[in-house]
T-cell receptor, first 114, second 112 residues
């Protein structure tokens, strides 16, 4: 099974961009890269996902390396409300079974400084 | 739409007992998956159900089981509870294929 690795923690100043890295060197061609974040006492919240091309939405951008062995979640202007644990997840569509596997990274705790 | 609802929010059980947790997905979502979250192991996938069938299972012992009903509501059961089963149990629902997961706020289980 593919695994992801993320730094345990990162800090950012408010209003500055944040780049959260994720390594997934054993990613397969059918794995989508998803990002979720979890605030204290809440379940994870979807942020963004992609397969090969970079993706943008109102919350963030996802930059995927050309070899797909790493990706970066970009928060363009960090706010105090962005302080959370960010998870990089691979969602694999099994070629033979058609079933999904959900493989979580360790998560990065983002601290935003006022 | 109402979000994913998990009940109960908190639960305290003793070793050897069994427990059943409930999850009501977002209306229209037929896929429900379960996760265990602990400080030491992080988020770990338990199993996924789609249209009342278990489609995938994580690496957990047989004491962990689940089911899904025709209205997509799901339950998970843990038998012969151990201290190490203390955790936050999260449920997520989604539309088919590669749609985002929508998580509930979890059930915090404490085993004493």
């Amino acid at each position: 099974d593919a695994k992801t690795t993320q730094p345990n923690s990162m800090e950012s100043n408010e209003e500055e961009p944040v780049h959260l890295p994720c390594n997934h060197s054993t990613i397969s061609g059918t794995d989508y890269i998803h990002w979720y974040r979890q605030l204290p006492s809440q379940g994870p919240e979807y942020v963004i996902h992609g397969l090969t091309s970079n993706v943008n939405n109102r919350m963030a951008s996802l930059a995927i390396a050309e070899d797909r062995k790493s990706s970066t979640l970009i928060l363009h202007r960090a706010t105090l409300r962005d302080a959370a644990v960010y998870y990089c997840i691979l969602r694999d569509v099994g070629i033979t079974s058609g079933t999904y596997k959900y493989i979580f990274g360790t998560g990065t705790r983002l601290k935003v400084l006022a | 739409k109402a979000g994913v609802t998990q009940t109960p929010r908190y639960l305290i059980k003793t070793r050897g007992q069994q427990v059943t947790l409930s999850c009501s997905p977002i209306s229209g979502h037929r896929s429900v998956s379960w996760y265990q979250q602990t400080p030491g192991q992080g988020l770990q996938f338990l199993f996924e159900y789609f249209s009342e069938t278990q489609r995938n299972k994580g690496n957990f012992p047989g004491r962990f089981s689940g089911r899904q009903f025709s209205n997509s509501r799901s339950e998970m059961n843990v038998s012969t509870l151990e201290l190490g089963d203390s955790a936050l149990y999260l449920c997520a629902s989604s539309e088919p294929n590669n749609s985002p997961l929508h998580f509930g706020n979890g059930t915090r289980l404490t085993v004493t």
